[in-house]
């Protein structure tokens, strides 16, 4: 096999004329960061499970915001699909900015200081991921404040490239994850799927399962890549649907799981 050198491919990879991802020999392809209905997708655990298998996504994660049913759910049938699953959730920090935790088994606790919530993660045995960094919106960080966070903790990964990610904004970042790669971690990118878009932005590892993936990312041997899925645009149904989920519907399940202390 061999092995990639660097840890962002720049070139798309091609489909396959049955609309598959084509790897480089000995890689497979992980999708890392998903939504389903349960949190503000528009997607269930079955659809995004069918998408994962007819795009060629060899590990699928399924991160809704601060829950993880539909996570375990993915687990439970998985198989069924000839995919291999992660349990993960994206947890909003403090300053409201998203931290993914991938190989955890319960919820992470909300609203905590960043390496508050890396060492819960771990503390799970999970492994604690930089979500989307240097968009332009709250969920997500930016250069200054990911300095002050690497003066407190390291990171397992980070994620490299998201859609929304503008070509200025990947440059700087590939930029900062050289100069940081030590306290970062594995290169990984994720399509952040809200609307059914998995396999727009991926994380290639060498192996096919899980366990693969969860060794390549500790050895760093993953690699961030894009490919040539389309970029769907959602309908005004599901932009509506997504808004008021993420406005409306998750704000409150977040008071309440945090008065609580009880998470789905
Ligand atoms: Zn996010
Ligand atoms: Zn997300």
Same mark, same amino acid.
């Given at each position: 096999?061999?092995?990639?050198?660097?840890?962002?491919?720049?070139?798309?990879?091609?489909?396959?004329?049955?609309?598959?991802?084509?790897?480089?020999?000995?890689?497979?392809?992980?999708?890392?960061?998903?939504?389903?209905?349960?949190?503000?997708?528009?997607?269930?655990?079955?659809?995004?499970?069918? *998408?994962? +298998?007819? $795009?060629?996504?060899?590990? %699928?994660?399924? =991160?809704?915001? @601060?829950? &993880?049913?539909?996570?375990?759910?993915?687990?439970?049938?998985?198989?069924?699909?000839?995919?291999?699953?992660?349990?993960?959730?994206?947890?909003?920090?403090?300053?409201?900015?998203?931290?993914?935790?991938?190989?955890?088994?319960?919820?992470?606790?909300?609203?905590?200081?960043?390496?508050?919530?890396?060492?819960?993660?771990?503390?799970?045995?999970?492994?604690?991921?930089?979500?989307?960094?240097?968009?332009?919106?709250?969920?997500? *960080?930016? +250069?200054? $404040?990911?300095?002050?966070? %690497?003066?407190? =903790?390291?990171? @397992?990964? &980070?994620?490299?490239?998201?859609?929304?990610?503008?070509?200025?904004?990947?440059?700087?970042?590939?930029?900062?994850?050289?100069?940081?790669?030590?306290?970062?971690?594995?290169?990984?990118?994720?399509?952040?799927?809200?609307?059914?878009?998995?396999?727009?932005?991926?994380?290639?590892?060498?192996?096919?399962?899980?366990?693969?993936?969860?060794?390549?990312?500790?050895?760093?041997?993953?690699?961030?890549?894009?490919?040539?899925?389309?970029?769907? +645009?959602?309908?005004?149904?599901?932009? %509506?649907?997504?808004?008021?989920?993420?406005?409306?519907?998750?704000?409150?399940?977040?008071?309440?799981?945090?008065?609580?202390?009880?998470?789905?």
């Amino acid at each position: 096999m061999h092995h990639i050198k660097t840890s962002y491919l720049k070139s798309p990879l091609p489909l396959s004329n049955t609309g598959r991802i084509c790897t480089p020999d000995g890689y497979s392809v992980a999708e890392l960061h998903t939504h389903t209905v349960l949190s503000d997708g528009t997607q269930t655990v079955e659809q995004n499970l069918l *998408t994962a +298998k007819s $795009r060629g996504i060899s590990v %699928l994660a399924t =991160t809704d915001h @601060d829950m &993880i049913q539909a996570s375990l759910t993915t687990s439970e049938i998985c198989s069924n699909y000839g995919v291999s699953a992660v349990v993960g959730s994206e947890i909003t920090t403090i300053g409201q900015q998203h931290i993914l935790g991938l190989f955890i088994n319960t919820c992470i606790p909300i609203f905590r200081r960043v390496e508050t919530t890396v060492q819960a993660i771990r503390s799970q045995g999970g492994l604690a991921i930089v979500a989307h960094p240097f968009l332009p919106f709250p969920g997500a *960080t930016n +250069k200054r $404040r990911l300095l002050n966070w %690497l003066e407190h =903790t390291t990171f @397992d990964g &980070i994620e490299l490239d998201s859609p929304y990610l503008t070509n200025r904004g990947r440059e700087q970042l590939l930029e900062f994850y050289e100069d940081h790669k030590v306290a970062l971690g594995a290169p990984l990118a994720s399509s952040d799927s809200h609307f059914g878009n998995l396999g727009a932005k991926v994380t290639l590892f060498p192996g096919t399962d899980a366990n693969d993936l969860r060794t390549a990312i500790k050895m760093r041997t993953t690699v961030a890549a894009t490919t040539n899925v389309p970029q769907l +645009k959602p309908n005004i149904r599901d932009r %509506l649907h997504n808004n008021y989920r993420s406005l409306f519907s998750l704000p409150i399940y977040r008071i309440k799981a945090l008065v609580t202390g009880k998470y789905t």
